[in-house]
């Protein structure tokens, strides 16, 4: 890795700079919705995410303004053929090695070693810049839920980016 610190609130407030300033999500005083996992982790489905703007080649990459969608990539996909688009972070580490915000390979071994169950087939990907927590709420997470839902796992992993 570079080493290279990312100010993350200065560097939002310089992109920004042109429209009002933007209004922090404080959700401290909301409960935490954490649900214990009911069986071992070696007996558990996972599934995968980023918000670090990864894709396959062969998709289109995000957008770099409020892009509230989603990339699937099935969870044998080379990371060879992921690429990534995110101006939030500077990319070069995760464009030479994308499981530094997307562990897919590392999961991959995980489930090899025996230490999780089952990787889903499929993970999902999202540029996590995004200006807006009104489109956050109604756009992103409602594909993120429909996502989840048939792939039936007992473990959401998010990786933020």
């Given at each position: 890795m570079s080493?290279a610190r990312?100010?993350?609130?200065?560097r939002?407030?310089?992109?920004?700079?042109?429209i009002?300033?933007y209004q922090?999500?404080?959700?401290?005083s909301r409960p935490?919705?954490w649900?214990?996992?009911?069986?071992?982790?070696p007996?558990c489905?996972?599934?995968?995410?980023s918000?670090?703007?990864?894709?396959?080649?062969?998709?289109?990459?995000f957008e770099l303004h409020?892009?509230?969608t989603?990339?699937?990539?099935?969870?044998d996909t080379?990371?060879?053929?992921l690429?990534?688009?995110?101006?939030?972070?500077?990319?070069a580490?995760?464009?030479?090695?994308?499981?530094c915000v997307?562990?897919?390979?590392r999961?991959?071994?995980?489930v090899a070693a025996?230490?999780?169950?089952?990787l889903?087939?499929?993970a999902l990907?999202?540029m996590?810049?995004i200006y807006?927590q009104?489109?956050?709420h109604a756009e992103?997470l409602?594909r993120?839920?429909?996502f989840?839902k048939p792939l039936?796992v007992?473990?959401?992993?998010?990786?933020?980016?």
């Open positions: 080493g990312v100010d993350y609130i200065s939002t407030r310089e992109l920004y700079a042109p009002p300033p922090w999500a404080d959700n401290r935490v919705p649900t214990p996992l009911v069986k071992p982790l007996q489905r996972v599934a995968l995410a918000s670090g703007g990864i894709y396959r080649r062969d998709q289109p990459p409020d892009d509230t989603i990339r699937t990539i099935p969870t080379p990371a060879a053929d690429a990534v688009r995110h101006f939030g972070y500077p990319t580490d995760a464009e030479r090695d994308p499981n997307f562990p897919l390979e999961m991959r071994e995980l025996a230490t999780v169950g089952a889903a087939p499929t990907t999202f996590g810049g807006s009104r489109r956050v992103l409602p993120v839920v429909d989840l039936q007992d473990l959401f992993l998010l990786i933020p980016a």
